[in-house]
């Protein structure tokens, strides 16, 4: 999720993780907006365009089913 609750976007901490292992920056699409798992499906879908075939969707395991239900609710629209 991307939101501000205050401090630091956990996005913006992905982010920095994931250059810090080494993914190249313009690899990580992150958003800052959504405040809910279905809101950064509706947010994060900018960054898919027809030419994208596979996506890594990184979230804690336990909301991994909802957060999918979420982005492929999305793709059908």
């Known amino acids: 999720m991307g939101g501000d609750r205050g401090g630091e976007p ?3 901490a992905m982010r ?3 250059a810090g292992e080494g993914v190249p920056l313009p690899m990580i699409w992150t958003e ?3 405040r809910s798992t279905y809101e950064n499906a509706v947010y994060g879908w900018k960054f ?11 979230t804690e395991a336990y909301h991994m089913p909802r ?4 982005f492929r609710k999305r793709e059908s629209k």
Do not use: Y
Request: positive net charge; proline residues 4%; charged residues 30%.
């Open 10 to 12: 956990f996005s913006a």
């Open 16 to 18: 920095r993780v994931l």
């Open 67 to 70: 957060a999918e239900r979420c």
């Open 32 to 34: 800052e907006k959504s």
């Open 48 to 58: 898919f365009t027809p030419g994208i075939r596979k996506v890594v969707l990184v």
